[in-house]
């Protein structure tokens, strides 16, 4: 058999995409009426993410016509991984009488929460606290950001190490977030235990700047307290 492609009948009414020639006998395989083709496309879809990135893979029958050329004006092939959100998909058939065209959507909605996990409590003498970075994994990227409260006040993004924390208790507090809302949080506290020595002199009078702080004085030309 010899394959024979893009023939058409003599009156015009038929055409064919596919014939076989043998012993001088035209075997039409495919009927095609002279008529623009019609176009149907998947219903639009919603699916969640996976674990693992940032979308999803989708798999959906491409719409056909064996009667006509159809291609993908926009969107992306099946098999493809969408992103989160909206991605508009749209076909086009065309032959010789005409074109038509359908459209769907596929949705990727993100509802993975962050994970987050904070450092330990920390009780420390120093001023300046390092290496209190959070923990954190999420499929899609996020923002990190922290607040502090007590007897430290502010905020900041991503990591507070190398914050000057007063004496006291301060808690801190880290948010992790992505584009779509899902938020996750944690908080810890750091425990500033110094202790300010010093004193103001006024003439003869000294005051202690470290409030609550009990002093002993040393006579130092008595060589007692």
Request: with cysteine; proline share 4%.
């Amino acid at each position: 058999y010899n394959n024979v492609t893009n023939q058409t009948k003599t009156s015009g009414v038929l055409q064919t995409s596919n014939t076989f020639l043998s012993d001088g006998v035209v075997i039409i395989t495919q009927l095609c009426p002279s008529v623009a083709p019609s176009l149907s496309c998947v219903s639009s879809m919603s699916i969640g993410s996976d674990s693992i990135s940032c979308g999803r893979i989708v798999n959906y029958t491409t719409p056909s016509d064996p009667c006509a050329t159809v291609t993908q004006t926009s969107g992306l092939a099946s098999g493809s991984l969408f992103p989160i959100g909206t991605t508009t998909n749209t076909f086009i058939a065309t032959n010789s009488f005409g074109s038509d065209t359908c459209t769907f959507t596929v949705t990727v909605i993100d509802s993975i929460v962050p994970s987050l996990s904070c450092p330990s409590n920390v009780v420390t003498c120093n001023s300046v606290v390092n290496n209190i970075a959070p923990t954190f994994s999420d499929n899609c990227n996020v923002n990190v950001t922290y607040t502090l409260s007590g007897a430290t006040t502010g905020s900041g993004s991503n990591d507070a190490s190398g914050t000057t924390f007063n004496v006291g208790v301060t808690t801190v507090q880290y948010t992790v977030s992505d584009s779509s809302g899902n938020t996750s949080n944690c908080s810890f506290t750091i425990t500033n235990n110094t202790v300010d020595t010093s004193v103001t002199r006024n003439l003869s009078t000294f005051t202690s700047n470290e409030t609550g702080a009990t002093y002993q004085w040393l006579n130092c030309d008595s060589n007692f307290m």
